[in-house]
């Protein structure tokens, strides 16, 4: 396991030069933040938000790079007042909660569910708020999180108005759709990243 983590921190180093990064969390500050959570998050994230950096001005993101941990995206805000969808009046309150059970397994396209709200706000809002910390954003309304509980952990995932779909380009017996395999998929222009 050492191996394999000192493995991918070399890809992740590589992929982010010193002048993109922010300055590193400590390993007490992490602690604190996991224990404030009820989560322990996954490697190699969990090494590279101490080791090399928290958050980045370079990535596959558009909106400033990758976020600090538990930071979100200037959008997130103005995304989540405009479009939540939730059978209640949105109060600016919505909390992200990253040690609750990340729901889901597989892809869910509820756009073609036509948004009923009784039966799927409250998926919809566990979806957004529950088991993960937000990676950054592509645009306003398209965002990039980290797994950190439930059968998914450690897997990228994106949202999107409509959809929220595990990021992998490999077949499922090939490992892929990790923090590791996602940055390096963009730093090399392949995947999800390739140019169109």
Request: aromatic share 12%; net charge negative.
């Amino acid at each position: 396991m050492e191996d394999a983590i000192s493995g991918a921190i070399a890809v992740l180093r590589e992929a982010f030069p010193a002048e993109v990064r922010h300055r590193p969390l400590d390993r007490d500050e992490l602690r604190a933040w996991e224990r404030r959570h009820g989560v322990v998050l996954p490697e190699p994230y969990r090494t590279f938000v101490t080791e090399i950096a928290n958050g980045t001005d370079d990535g596959p993101p558009d909106e400033g790079g990758l976020l600090p941990l538990g930071e979100k995206p200037d959008s997130w805000a103005v995304w989540e007042a405009d479009c939540w969808m939730s059978p209640e009046p949105f109060d600016g309150a919505a909390v992200r909660v990253p040690g609750q059970p990340f729901p889901l397994e597989e892809e869910w396209q509820w756009e073609y569910d036509y948004y009923d709200h009784t039966r799927h706000s409250s998926l919809l809002h566990q979806t957004y708020q529950h088991g993960s910390v937000l990676l950054g954003s592509d645009r306003p309304g398209e965002y990039w999180t980290l797994v950190v509980t439930g059968p998914q952990r450690g897997r990228v995932w994106w949202l999107r108005d409509g959809c929220a779909a595990p990021y992998s380009d490999r077949p499922s017996d090939q490992p892929g759709g990790d923090f590791l395999h996602w940055v390096r998929d963009w730093h090399v222009g392949q995947g999800w990243w390739r140019a169109e």
